[in-house]
């Protein structure tokens, strides 16, 4: 039985009651938003999960990172330090992307370590498992697609992207308008081939179903991958992308009727004064499902920067309804992160939700940030630190300062103005 099967027959849930008290919200709350589909709480059933989520309306905004191997690079360890990293520095979930490698057993190792929910995206191992065999992408099996998505979800992770929504009309939009990017969603991109090679419907699409009652038998959240997303500021919002997103909204109300919780991935790459109403239509068309939205990044100009530019979009975004904001690295669009990207994406991330949990007014978000202020004014150092949202970064930081005067920083000196006031006060 799953969680929503659970609450629905009345029965209670241990799920409920950790996931309420670990967010600090009523336990009636939590379980009226994942009976309306509003919440979701990814949490399979039989993980010992450390540290869990809700994810949704009334929650305060989650932050996930991505991890995983890649075809030129595929050292598991090198992985795993990334998670501690991610999960260190407060990413309230980890993905694993892993396209190199033992993708099963990365994947199994990552699981046994990881304290958070786990997601991840059996297409690639779909896709990874048919080169392996030395064919071409077309010649994946219907079979190939539902089998690693039941393999995913044998390993016990918390919630898969599938990529569902993209149908041949919406691959046809695609290749009969001008898209500056095309595909660039890895998922989405081995997909559409298949489809125009083999002349045939996206098998996840129609065999919908068969992946819903996958996911069910180990009570596993499904991410409705948006196969479409944006990759550059001009593709935000053509009809591809919106066809995609009534598309995923459809699947979600067949999930949910089967009782199997279900949230919707977003863009991607979009120009601010987009944001708010794109966000405004993911839940309109889903049914005030959770978004789960990569950056979203709002220039396309700032290599290297990326993660600042997906903290500008996700403060936005999560103040506009975003639920849950994937990170973006100072190495997107140029290599694989390395552990400090990894910490850089999850502090700016989670700065971002930060910033939008206040302006939504999320119970006790500013407490926070009051604290800091009073530590501040005091110019109580120690205390400072402890609030930060980046402890070790802002003690090496002041170390570097080396004032004369240890109760003021080196900026102002003796003439502090905090320290001023005191004198006035």
């Not at 077309?138 to 998505?149: G, S």
């Not at 935000?236 to 949910?256: N, V």
């Not at 990207?341 to 407490?367: E, K, W």
Request: glycine share 8%; charged share 25%.
């Amino acid at each position: 039985m799953t969680l929503v099967e659970s609450l629905r027959s009345g029965t209670s849930d241990p799920r409920v009651a950790a996931t309420a008290e670990a967010e600090n919200i009523p336990p009636d709350t939590l379980k009226n938003g994942v009976l309306d589909g509003t919440v979701v709480v990814p949490w399979a059933a039989g993980h010992d999960l450390g540290k869990p989520v809700a994810i949704g309306k009334g929650c305060r905004v989650k932050v996930n990172a991505n991890i995983g191997t890649s075809p030129d690079t595929s050292g598991v360890e090198d992985e795993l330090d990334k998670l501690a990293v991610a999960v260190a520095a407060g990413a309230d979930a980890i993905m694993d992307l892993s396209i190199g490698g033992d993708i099963r057993s990365i994947r199994q190792r990552i699981r046994a370590a990881c304290p958070v929910s786990l997601g991840s995206v059996p297409m690639y191992e779909a896709a990874f498992m048919t080169a392996s065999r030395g064919e071409p992408f077309r010649n994946m099996t219907e079979h190939d697609m539902l089998e690693a998505v039941r393999l995913h979800v044998e390993d016990g992770v918390d919630f898969v992207t599938v990529h569902c929504g993209i149908t041949r009309e919406a691959v046809d939009f695609v290749r009969n308008h001008d898209r500056i990017c095309g595909i660039t969603s890895r998922g989405g991109s081995l997909l559409a081939r298949w489809m125009v090679a083999n002349n045939k419907e996206n098998p996840l699409y129609t065999h919908f179903d068969e992946v819903v009652d996958i996911c069910k038998s180990r009570d596993v959240a499904i991410s409705l991958g948006d196969a479409l997303r944006p990759g550059a500021l001009a593709d935000s919002g053509d009809r591809a992308q919106i066809h995609e997103l009534y598309t995923l909204g459809d699947l979600a109300r067949r999930a949910r009727a089967r009782g199997v919780q279900v949230f919707i991935e977003g863009p991607g790459h979009v120009p601010f004064n987009q944001i708010a109403a794109q966000m405004r239509l993911e839940k309109i068309a889903c049914d005030n499902a959770p978004f789960y939205v990569l950056g979203p990044l709002v220039p396309d100009v700032a290599p290297g920067y990326d993660h600042i530019v997906g903290a500008i979009g996700g403060t936005l975004a999560a103040t506009c309804g975003a639920d849950f904001l994937c990170y973006v690295t100072p190495a997107e669009h140029l290599r694989l992160p390395n552990s400090d990207d990894v910490r850089q994406g999850v502090i700016a991330s989670r700065i971002a939700a930060h910033a939008a949990d206040i302006a939504n007014g999320i119970p006790g978000a500013r407490d926070w940030d009051d604290a800091m202020s009073r530590a501040r004014k005091a110019r109580d150092w120690d205390r400072q630190f402890d609030l930060a949202i980046d402890p070790d970064f802002a003690r090496a930081s002041r170390a570097l300062a080396q004032p004369k005067n240890e109760s003021v920083c080196s900026m102002c000196g003796e003439f502090c103005a905090l320290r001023d006031e005191d004198e006035l006060m």
